[in-house]
Each structure stands twice: as structure tokens, then as C-alpha cells.
């Protein structure tokens, strides 16, 4: 009598189990801004508590030789939310500017461009970033968002279009352009000096001055201090802002709460999409300067307001694991933490003292070209029930490496354009021993700067610096004198025959290896410029660097680069805008937050 009963029982237990087999994965993707690998304990920190960092690692894999495509904000995570190395997007730079400095100018990730996001997003997952962007807002007048997070796949945005810096808080210091900005306000006071000179000569009758002079002076003054004035001195207003999808919901931001109320948004976008494939972004301020005085974390740790700040981190961290797993998601949820690049190392001052992170015992930090320090960041991912837990994987892999990993764990076999990472499962499963990133090219802007080869059949990890930068001042271990290493010119001292280092025996790329120390020496030269021509030929000609002779145009278009002057610069008519430009000014009801 009860067995069509229990036949209906499981019938319907078959298929709920089939329901839940079939779900696609979540994806929790955590990025830090500026974090040195150095700063992590299950990276070899035993000074900066980060229990739950640490604890994602004890419970999924740890990547060792994570590698960002650029080491600094801009084209890093272009690269990241792309799989392609900046300079196919055009965002590598061609001299002094390497990351986006306005909201208001026209450069971002272009419209034609792929994210993670838009082929996630098309294989019916609910996409959302919360934090901050970096990658530019309007093309050709303000509302048009063609470099929005919108427009490139991610269904709700909240955060930062542009980024947290020091401009954002007074008091903090300059962080774009500053010696121009310094130019342009000495030559505008100058200008008014000289004007209201001139007028009391005139008036006292000391000397005739002509009226059209005076005339002309004053709009030339009027215009040098507009030219000044109307970018620089209202930078907090023009950058430091937060949207809510395209709308401007707070000019100028309020710092001092922006970590309370980013989290809260990552939180809740997990909570509304509990019962359907998403995919969250959760990109933090922290830890770029200025570097935030939360009470309940001030003065608490070891390391004055940096280590303050990264503990704030790690419990954000722990935030966003708890409420993970309280919904019942750990199960089928990737969780990935990461940086976009290493740590400042000349961001300091006498009264915070160091500002930046540590990158352990690696040379180098952000902005400087690639040296390890500012390319190996933080890699861990951690599924329960599909990864091993304590898995550590000493393979090279890259930033770059999410994207297919992403569309691999999506089901999304669609053709796809020209890639530059591979899918992580086979390393991260165990399933695979050998990375399939033979070679790594490693950019300072436009110009190659390096190359990593992994040989066949060896643990060696060779490095090929075809150029460094110049640390000033002579005999630092950073570029102090300009805060950020340069790319180009007289800024850089190019080697011929280029530095070479096994980063297997010599991590901390402190001895350069000879044909006399070396007997592959020879065979590493040859093969690395086999794989530098290779990899030219699969760029267009406006993508390589002045320094190369490819003509090759194998892209299926030409990309615009999106660092020039011309695009970079601020623009009225571009600046997103809460109420009527340029009287721009809102804030955020943050009464139940």
C-alpha cells in the first residue's frame, strides 16, 4: 500500500538531488588593493594577525607563485577581469601616466572588450562588484557609461568608479599630478601678482600701462587659475565619489564609514542571491593610502595604522566567509583572495611612518617594473568538497588565470577572442603537476619588460629583465624621489645582455646569473626570444611597444590606447555628477546601515 508513496518520496528526492548537482557554482572573488604577499601569515607573516585569511588557505589551496600581469592598479586588473594582458585592451602606458588619473576623462576598458563578468552573466548568473573599479566611466559625454562595471557584465555595481587616494581625505597630501598641480598654482599666482602690480603702477601713475594690457592679463590670469583650480583643487569632488549602479549616490565620499558600508553591500548581495548562480567581486579600499582609522581596529595591531588597516581586512574577510557558509553555500561556492599588485614601498611618512605593505623577502614593490616583490601576490581559493584542503601549489600561475578558470566551472564553451591565461582546476584539483604557463610576460606599461620560463622536466623558474628601473636615490631600494618607478627614457636602464635569475634557488632575485654559473645560460636567451617574437605576433602593431619590428596584425581590430593625454585628462562634459554641474553634491542615507 506504501509503496506508491515511497516511490513519489523518491522520485522527488532524485530530483532535488539532481537540481543540486546541476546548480553552477558560486564565485567569491576577494581582492585587496597595495597588500604585499609579505603581509599575510600563511605567506610567513608572524607579526599581523590574519587568522581568517589564514584560515581560507588551512582550508583550500594556496597558490606560491601567483603572478599579476602589471604591478599597478589600472592595467592589473584590466588584465585580471579580461585574461589578457593590458596593452590588448589599450591600457598600457606610453610614458609618465600608468593608471587612469580622472573620472572625467574618456580612457577606460573599452566597450569591445570581454570580462568574466559579461560571459558569466550570459551563461544566466546574477553579476555584482562591489568596490572599487579603476577602469573608467564615459567615452564621449557624461551618462554614456561605456566603461561602466554595467557595461561590462556585472548587473549591480556599488562602490568606487574610480579609486580611494590621498586627495579623497584633506590633509592626506596630492596624489595626482602633483608637481603639476604645484606648477600650475605657482604660474597662476605669479600671473595675479603681476596683475595687481601692474594695476597700482597705473594707478599711482608710476608708469603708463595700457588698459588692453591689463585686460588681457586678467583673462589670461583668470584662465590660468581655472586651468588649476577647477582639476586640482576640486579633485575630492571630482574622484572621490560612490555610485550605485550609474548613479551617483555620494559627492564626495565619507571615508571614514566607506569599509562598514562596502562590506554591508557584499554581504547583502550574497544573501539576495542565495537561491540562484551569482557571482560577487568584492574589491576593497583597503589597503591604499590613505589608510583608514577605524576605532574598533586603531592602534590595535603590531604595525601602526598599515597593520591596523590589514586587520581590519582580514576580519572583512571573515565577514564575507561567515556569511558564505551560515547560508549553506560553502559547498558550491569558490572562494579566491588575491591582490591587484604588491605594496608600496615608498608610501611613508614621519608621522604614519610606513604606509605601504611588506612583499617578504621578494625585491621590489608596486610601480616597479618586474621585480618580484611587486608581481607575486597573494593566491588562495578554497571550495570544501572540490578542493583538498592545505594544498599548496608552487607552479607559476597569474591574475589572468580567473577568467578561464571562471568560464571552465560555467560551462561556457562559446568561442572566445585571444586569451593569455589558463584554467586553474587541473593545478588547483591536483588533477595536473605542471602549470601550462610556460612563459609569463611581464609589462611596465607598453614596454616588455621580463620574462618567466618554466622549463620542462625542471623545478627552475628562469627570469629575463630586459630592462630595470633606476632607484633613486642611488643605492634605495625604491624610487622615492617620484614615489612610483617610471617605465620609459632615462627612468629605466636597459641590459644588454639581459639580467637573468632562477627564481627557484633565488627568490629574492639578489644574484644574476653568468654563462659561468649558469650552463643553460645560452638556451635561456634563445628560448625566451623564440617566445617573445611568438607572443608579438599574436598583438596588433599599435600594441607593441616602440621598440619592437612586428607588423603583425593578427587581432580581428585595432585598439585605441586608453593612457594618453588626450584621454586621461580631465573633462567637463565627462564628469559624472549627483545634482547640476558643476555644483555636484550628494550624500548617502546611511541610517540603516
Known amino acids: 500500500m506504501w509503496s506508491p508513496v515511497l516511490a513519489h518520496v523518491l522520485f522527488y528526492l532524485v530530483l532535488a538531488a539532481g537540481d543540486e548537482v546541476d546548480r553552477k557554482p558560486n564565485f567569491v572573488l576577494m581582492m585587496v588593493d597595495d597588500l604585499g604577499i609579505g603581509d599575510i601569515g600563511c605567506y610567513g607573516n608572524d607579526t599581523i594577525r590574519t587568522p581568517n585569511i589564514d584560515r581560507l588557505a588551512s582550508e583550500g589551496v594556496k597558490l606560491t607563485q601567483h603572478i599579476a600581469a602589471a604591478p599597478l592598479c589600472t592595467p592589473s586588473r584590466a588584465a585580471f577581469m579580461t585574461g589578457r594582458y593590458a596593452l590588448r585592451s589599450g591600457l598600457g602606458s606610453i610614458g609618465r601616466v600608468q593608471v587612469l588619473l580622472f573620472l572625467g576623462g574618456s580612457g577606460g576598458l573599452p566597450p569591445s572588450e570581454t570580462t568574466f563578468a559579461k560571459r558569466l552573466q550570459q551563461q544566466g548568473y546574477t553579476t555584482g562588484l562591489v568596490g572599487k573599479w579603476h577602469l573608467g566611466v564615459n567615452c564621449e559625454q557624461r551618462g554614456d557609461h561605456c566603461h561602466h562595471p554595467n557595461q561590462h557584465g556585472f548587473s549591480y555595481f556599488y562602490g568606487l568608479p574610480f579609486t580611494l587616494f590621498n586627495d579623497c581625505v584633506p590633509g592626506e597630501g596630492n596624489d595626482v599630478l602633483a608637481d603639476l598641480q604645484h606648477a600650475l598654482r605657482s604660474l597662476a599666482m605669479f600671473l595675479g601678482v603681476g596683475l595687481f602690480t601692474l594695476v597700482c603702477i597705473r594707478m599711482c601713475g608710476l608708469l603708463e600701462v595700457s588698459l588692453w594690457i591689463l585686460v588681457a592679463l586678467f583673462f589670461v590670469s583668470i584662465l590660468a587659475t581655472s586651468v588649476w583650480y577647477m582639476p586640482f583643487k576640486l579633485l575630492r569632488t571630482w574622484n572621490c565619489i560612490l555610485m550605485r549602479d550609474q548613479e551617483v549616490i555620494e559627492q564626495p565620499m565619507t571615508v571614514e564609514t566607506l569599509p562598514q558600508r562596502l562590506l554591508g553591500e557584499a554581504q547583502n548581495f550574497i544573501k539576495r542571491n542565495v537561491d540562484q548562480p551569482f557571482l560577487l567581486l568584492f574589491s576593497l579600499a583597503h589597503v591604499h593610502t590613505p589608510l583608514f582609522k577605524t576605532p574598533a581596529f586603531a592602534g590595535k595591531s603590531r604595525h601602526g595604522r598599515y597593520g591596523d588597516n590589514l586587520e581590519e581586512v582580514d576580519w572583512m574577510i571573515g565577514k564575507i566567509t561567515e556569511t558564505v557558509d551560515s547560508l549553506g553555500l560553502a559547498n558550491n561556492t569558490l572562494m579566491y583572495f588575491t591582490s591587484d599588485h604588491g605594496g608600496h614601498l615608498e608610501d611613508a611618512d614621519s608621522i604614519t611612518g610606513q604606509k605601504g605593505g611588506w612583499n617578504g623577502m621578494y625585491k621590489g614593490g608596486k610601480a616597479m617594473g618586474a621585480w618580484e616583490g611587486g608581481i607575486r601576490v597573494p593566491g588562495i581559493f578554497r571550495w570544501p568538497g572540490r578542493l583538498d584542503a592545505g594544498r599548496v601549489v608552487d607552479e607559476p600561475t597569474s591574475l589572468m588565470d580567473l577568467y578561464p578558470t571562471l568560464k571552465y566551472l560555467a560551462k561556457d564553451t562559446k568561442p572566445d577572442r585571444q586569451s593569455d591565461g589558463y584554467n586553474l582546476m587541473p593545478l588547483l584539483e591536483g588533477k595536473a603537476e605542471r602549470s601550462e604557463h610556460k612563459f609569463l610576460f611581464h609589462y611596465c606599461g607598453v614596454n616588455l619588460n621580463a620574462v618567466r620560463w618554466h622549463p620542462a622536466g625542471s623545478d627552475s623558474v628562469f627570469k629575463v629583465?630586459?630592462?630595470?628601473?633606476?632607484?633613486?636615490?642611488?643605492?634605495?631600494?625604491?624610487?622615492?624621489?617620484?614615489?612610483?618607478?617610471?617605465?620609459?627614457?632615462?627612468?629605466?636602464?636597459?641590459?644588454?645582455?639581459?639580467?637573468?635569475?632562477?627564481?627557484?634557488?633565488?627568490?629574492?632575485?639578489?644574484?644574476?646569473?653568468?654563462?659561468?654559473?649558469?650552463?643553460?645560460?645560452?638556451?635561456?636567451?634563445?628560448?625566451?626570444?623564440?617566445?617573445?617574437?611568438?607572443?608579438?605576433?599574436?598583438?596588433?602593431?599599435?600594441?607593441?611597444?616602440?621598440?619592437?619590428?612586428?607588423?603583425?596584425?593578427?587581432?580581428?581590430?585595432?585598439?585605441?590606447?586608453?593612457?594618453?593625454?588626450?584621454?586621461?585628462?580631465?573633462?567637463?562634459?565627462?564628469q559624472p555628477c549627483c545634482g547640476t554641474f558643476p555644483f555636484c553634491g550628494c550624500k548617502e542615507d546611511t541610517k540603516n546601515i
Open 465 to 574: 629583465h630586459f630592462f630595470t628601473p633606476n632607484f633613486s636615490p642611488p643605492g634605495a631600494g625604491g624610487c622615492y624621489d617620484t614615489k612610483v618607478c617610471l617605465c620609459h627614457g632615462d627612468h629605466v636602464t636597459h641590459h644588454n645582455p639581459p639580467l637573468l635569475y632562477d627564481l627557484f634557488h633565488d627568490p629574492s632575485e639578489s644574484s644574476p646569473l653568468t654563462p659561468d654559473t649558469e650552463p643553460r645560460y645560452a638556451e635561456i636567451l634563445e628560448q625566451t626570444a623564440k617566445a617573445v617574437e611568438k607572443h608579438r605576433n599574436t598583438l596588433t602593431h599599435q600594441q607593441v611597444s616602440g621598440d619592437t619590428h612586428s607588423e603583425s596584425n593578427s587581432e580581428a581590430h585595432s585598439v585605441q590606447n586608453q593612457m594618453t593625454w588626450e584621454k586621461i585628462m580631465w573633462r567637463p562634459w565627462l
